[in-house]
């Protein structure tokens, strides 16, 4: 048995791991929690993707609009994270074999190599730009490829239970 | 890049492989036009989110034994059904009206069992879509149109 799926096999038969899964309620509000996650992580960076592709809040500068949504950003990530993390745990060894789980896993690394990209390069000069009503073609790459990924990844993620 | 996305995403979508083993509709995976009843002895509970799961082995009028696969609600609607985890023990001769699956393996969407004490619960899945299915917890039990839990 390939070593990631032995860990896959070790959480699905962890306590915790089979407490979920056997669970009268707790899984079905975890997969609420989750979803939740993900409307507060990907909406509030939709808004910062769409106001650099210039379709919102044109004349707001794009720094002012990321130090609003960054807190929530995140604490949408962590809630994402860990509901997600739970829900693996309770059905690890069914998503390793699962083809769309596998998409989204490498859909959620692509979109983390994304902001690693736009942050190193063109928003280190965002201050230049900022004002602009439609942002520099590199910074509007990343926000069209953040958009496609975090729509791959919901739709993969749907997709898991059709497998 | 979307296009290149969606294309994979159509193709992991095509490659539709059994055994089914999450949340989702009625008609995803069974064809409700091909009602069966299988008799037969428990050989596995899988009592799990999304989707419960049991196995069967059915005899046949020639002797053959076959080991049908028994899709059902998850724990929570089960159990608000009456139906406990522990209730279906290795062994225990069950009767599963059901529906095949769409491409033909020997598995069932479970939407009626009846208990070896003559107890019969509502398979399904609330809101799934299938028969029986009244948007409710405990469904109509196929072909009587009554509540399931008798």
Not at chain 1, 137 to 142: E, F, L, V
Not at chain 1, 149 to 162: D, E, H, K, T, V
Request: glycine residues 10%.
């Amino acid at each position: 048995m390939p070593l990631l799926q032995h860990i896959c096999q070790l959480l699905y038969d962890s306590h915790v791991g089979t407490a979920i899964r056997e669970s009268d309620n707790a899984f079905p509000i975890i997969e609420s929690v989750h979803v939740l996650g993900i409307t507060l992580l990907v909406g509030t960076i939709a808004l910062l993707d769409l106001r650099m592709l210039g379709l919102v809040l044109r004349p707001i500068p794009i720094t002012r609009i990321a130090r609003t949504v960054f807190p929530l950003t995140w604490s949408g990530f962590v809630v994402m994270f860990t509901s997600g993390f739970l829900l693996f745990w309770a059905e690890a060894a069914k998503n390793y074999s699962n083809p769309a789980f596998r998409v989204k896993l490498i859909l959620l690394a692509l979109v983390g190599i994304n902001p690693l990209i736009f942050h190193t390069t063109i928003y280190r000069r965002v201050h230049e730009w900022e004002a602009l009503t439609i942002s520099p073609w590199r910074a509007r790459a990343a926000a069209i490829a953040s958009l496609t990924l975090w729509s791959g990844i919901i739709i993969a993620g749907r997709a898991i239970a059709y497998f | 890049m979307k296009t290149r996305l969606s294309l994979l995403l159509a193709g992991t979508l095509s490659l539709g492989v059994m055994p089914a083993y999450a949340h989702h509709s009625f008609a995803a995976e069974f064809d409700g036009t091909k009602p069966v009843r299988l008799v037969g002895k428990i050989t596995r509970v899988e009592w799990t989110n999304p989707h419960s799961y049991f196995y069967v082995d059915v005899t046949d009028a020639k002797g053959v034994t076959t080991n049908w696969g028994c899709e059902g609600a998850g724990p929570g609607a089960l159990s608000r059904r009456g139906w406990k985890k522990g209730d279906l023990k290795i062994g225990d001769t069950i009767v599963v009206d059901g529906y095949r699956a769409k491409d033909g393996s020997h598995l069932i969407d479970a939407r009626r069992v009846t208990f070896p004490d003559g107890r019969t619960v509502y398979g399904g899945s609330p809101g799934d879509g299938g028969p029986g299915d009244n948007g409710t917890d405990k469904g109509n039990l196929p072909g009587t149109g009554n509540p399931a839990t008798q």
